[in-house]
């Protein structure tokens, strides 16, 4: 009983984990959300949703430079705060550097201007808390449903040898 309960529990904290990680897998900005240094897009935003401006970054990683970003909402010109990034976040060759959030809902308007090869996308939220809480959860997973099929099969000799089957050389 013991054993099943660890296995199921197991699938279910992977399947958690691979939830996760599928999520932060499509944080990264999509096609229509992607523009040139000096350019910009525009984003759809609920008030309290927030998103993150990503620079391309590439399998070589960045050179240390200046960017600099802007959102602001196109009724109303209202500019909702942006903050740096902490430690360095990224996902799929797409590197995280601001965040930011809107109390007003409806487009806004994203520019940023870096070096002249830049390319900056808006995607969804991450943090090092979602990759390590996704990864986490998988192996605990692992390990739980591990220890579940040994306790079941350690249970499953013990009964089978309590029924007098002796197991051993004849």
């Known amino acids: 009983m013991i054993g099943a309960a660890l296995i199921v529990a197991g699938l279910v904290a992977i399947s958690f984990g691979g939830y996760s990680m599928a999520k932060v897998l499509q ?5 229509n959300d992607t523009f040139e240094n000096n350019g910009a ?3 759809d935003l609920q008030p309290g949703e927030h998103r993150m401006i990503y620079i391309f970054a ?3 990683g960045l050179e240390p430079h200046d960017i600099d970003c802007v959102v602001t909402s196109v009724d109303t010109e209202a500019t909702p705060e942006i903050t740096p990034v902490g430690p360095d976040v990224t996902v799929n060759q797409w590197q995280a550097v601001f965040t930011f959030t809107t109390d007003r809902p409806g487009s806004h308007e994203v520019t940023c201007t870096g070096m002249e090869s830049d390319s900056f996308g808006v995607g969804g939220e991450v943090s090092m808390g979602t990759f390590g809480g996704a990864f986490v959860a998988i192996i605990a997973g692992i390990f739980a449903a591990g220890l579940g099929l040994i306790t079941l099969i350690i249970v499953g000799l013990l009964r089978y040898r309590r029924r007098g089957h002796q197991p051993g050389w004849q």
């Open 27 to 31: 944080a990264s900005p999509g096609a």
């Open 58 to 60: 590439g399998e070589d």
């Open 41 to 43: 897009t525009t984003v």
